[in-house]
């Protein structure tokens, strides 16, 4: 068990050097020193039970406990897992409280990791309780997936599918009624995109546009030399490449990505394409919602993509209020100031979207002071917005008037009733006042 434990950790090591050359995120290995015999009798006497032998000796000869964290970057298009989320800890087994009827104390399952979102691994006894299967628990359906017949094998699987995340939802598309298989068309999907994911260079790549294609839907376009790789080749071309990719697509999410990819290489060029997707309604691209509307922000003229975009929004909500949520949505994407003048036709309580659609549409001091003077709905979401972008760490453009401004805001702070109005107020003050000093 010593050599198949230090095989493990210098697949686990070799991973997460990888993902960290290529990008991805990654917390650093965590591997703690084997359990000590008093270790392992301590944690029995806390479970009421005996450890299985076979958990035992990979705790007793391995660690006690191993975390293996990484996350690919929000770019990256994959219809696969995209983050690892894998490992054990002695101190953390239990008996977890299921709810329901489930059999928890002293039971079936022993759980000895949990997920990030709450699901659970765990040691499903029943068969048997010296060498027991491996399960995820879904904590949001209440069901139990095999994962593997044994620990030793869940370990091995998980270490070939590079540690994919504890979630349910991360693992179901990977089993079958034996627990991952390393050999279904989903784990051979994945295992040779993140191989293409992290031996890929971008050296590599730029000879073969379909390769270049891959790599930018891997890797995104932060580095300046992936455009330039782009521009050796002619821009319909291009376009086509992603206009393709955007039919073949199915997940609305990933239209969008694809849109970013398409707006950053060939934007100018796809200007008369945007333009007909609004035409024709009936178009093959399936392209509605956030894809269209960045596409529409990214590749047409300011005020004709806005003009487009609000004139939906009127058509979509016409004879009802337009929530704050679906403006943000639909106009986030133009990060300038001209959406105030359409905002104050239209907002509304509740402020919520509102607000972070005047802190991303790049506010001047003196739309501030306008929405500040203005009536009940425009003051507080003027207020909440200034707080968005302190988080955020921004503030508006030009010369503040800061008398005027910190009058207009404790006149805001006098006239509101909820406490939360208040504080949104008195964190504005507070910031600015600091500042202006």
């Known amino acids: 068990m010593k050599e198949r434990f230090a095989t493990w950790a210098e697949q686990w090591v070799n991973l997460l050097e990888r993902l960290g050359r290529r990008g991805a995120r990654v917390r650093p290995l965590a591997i703690k020193p084997p359990a000590e015999e008093e270790e ?15 958990v035992r000796e990979i705790l007793r000869e391995g660690s006690r406990e191993v975390n293996v964290t990484w996350w690919l970057p929000d770019w990256t298009i994959v219809r696969f897992s995209s983050s690892g989320d894998f490992g054990w800890s002695l101190d953390d087994m239990e008996w977890p409280d299921f709810g329901g009827d489930l059999d928890v104390a002293g039971g079936r399952y022993l759980a000895f990791y949990c997920a990030h979102n709450g699901d659970y691994v765990l040691f499903d006894r029943e068969k048997d ?3 027991p299967a491996v399960v995820g628990w879904n904590h949001e359906t209440d069901e139990f997936v095999l994962l593997a017949p044994s620990f030793q094998e869940y370990i091995e699987r998980v ?6 995340g504890a979630e349910c939802c991360e693992y179901e598309s990977y089993c079958d009624s034996q627990g991952l298989d390393l050999h279904g068309e989903a784990a051979l999907g994945w295992t040779e995109w993140i191989e293409q994911y992290l031996s890929t260079t971008l050296a590599d790549a730029a000879s ?3 390769k270049l294609v891959l790599y930018a839907s891997m890797h995104g376009l932060e580095d300046e030399r992936v455009k330039e790789a782009f521009d050796t080749y002619d821009s319909a071309i291009v376009l086509r490449e992603w206009q393709q990719r955007l039919e073949s697509e199915s997940e609305s999410h990933r239209k969008k990505e694809w849109c970013v990819l398409l707006a950053g290489t060939v934007g100018p060029v796809a200007t008369d394409w945007v333009r007909s997707l609004w035409r024709d309604a009936s178009h093959s691209y399936s392209l509605v919602g956030e894809p269209l509307h960045y596409l529409t922000a990214a590749c047409l003229p300011f005020a004709e993509g806005l003009h487009l975009v609000c004139g939906e929004l ?3 909500d016409e004879g009802r209020k337009i929530s704050g949520f679906t403006a943000n949505g639909a106009l986030r994407f ?3 100031r001209a959406a105030l003048t359409w905002m104050e036709k239209h907002v509304s309580f509740p402020i919520d979207g509102w607000d972070s659609l005047f802190a991303v549409s790049e506010p001047e001091w003196s739309d501030v002071r306008q929405w500040l003077a203005g009536n009940d709905v425009q003051r507080h979401t003027a207020v909440s917005g200034l707080g968005l972008m302190i988080r955020g760490k921004a503030s508006p453009s030009g010369e503040p008037d800061a008398a005027l401004l910190i009058n207009l805001l404790e006149v805001v702070k006098r006239q509101s009733v ?5 504080e949104r107020v008195d964190l504005v003050l507070s910031h600015f006042a600091a500042e202006w000093r």
């Open 208 to 210: 073969n546009l379909e």
């Open 314 to 316: 009127e058509r979509t």
């Open 40 to 54: 392992l009798l301590e944690a029995e006497r806390r479970i009421g039970i005996a450890l299985p032998q076979a």
């Open 129 to 131: 309780p010296e060498d």
């Open 418 to 422: 909820l406490r939360k109005e208040k």
């Open 334 to 336: 133009f990060r300038n």
């Open 159 to 164: 270490t070939a599918l590079s540690c994919i």
